[in-house]
């Protein structure tokens, strides 16, 4: 089964969702990364989403549950690298990835995920 | 076109490769990763393969070209995250990977990269 990689640097895991999850895909996601969080106590989890051209109501689910499960294991999730027209369409469709923060580009969100890590 | 989405973080950039590269893919990774090493001024690449279950001998012409395109541009090249099956394969298929510097994962690639930045 196709399976996303998660990448583990320093204190936090990223992932870059390159492809359209789906079902089984999103499950073993959401599956590998709280496993993934609980082995390495990172801190942080970096989502980037700049490979999709379209998200779904679906994938926006899948990314706040994602969010929601690693709060609960004490890491904060970042979304990034949402593409301007994704964004329009999201907000048009009524999704409002209520609990998940967002930033431009894996730059800033790293720092983002930093900044949180300290406080 | 499908495209491989390249993360700037820090003085790095980064590359997932999930899904199987050919030809126009490849070709559109190796135009994009120069664009953004001579925008940005990154002093290194880091190529995660954790997601690929197979890596063909074009695959790994791809990879060995990208880190002889960014050493021209300053920048060296890491890759990171072979599974050992496919690391087994290379070998008895006869490619070398030469000129490539690999690492066992995200994160020890990372501190490689940082220091060779610094020396």
Chains 1, 2 share one sequence.
Do not use: C, W
Request: hydrophobic share 50%.
């Amino acid at each position: 089964m196709e399976s996303i990689p998660i990448l583990h640097m320093g204190d936090f895991l990223l992932v870059t969702i390159q492809i359209d999850i789906h079902d089984l895909v999103a499950l073993n996601l959401q599956d590998n990364l709280t496993q993934r969080i609980a082995e390495t106590g990172a801190r942080g989890v970096l989502i980037d989403i700049s490979g999709l051209d379209m998200v779904d109501s679906y994938i926006a689910r899948v990314i706040g549950n994602i969010a929601l499960m690693s709060r609960v294991l004490d890491a904060e999730t970042v979304l990034v690298g949402m593409q301007p027209y994704v964004a329009i369409t999201l907000v048009e469709m009524g999704v409002t990835l209520a609990g998940v923060r967002t930033a431009l580009n894996a730059d800033k969100g790293m720092t983002m995920l930093r900044n949180m890590a300290i406080n």
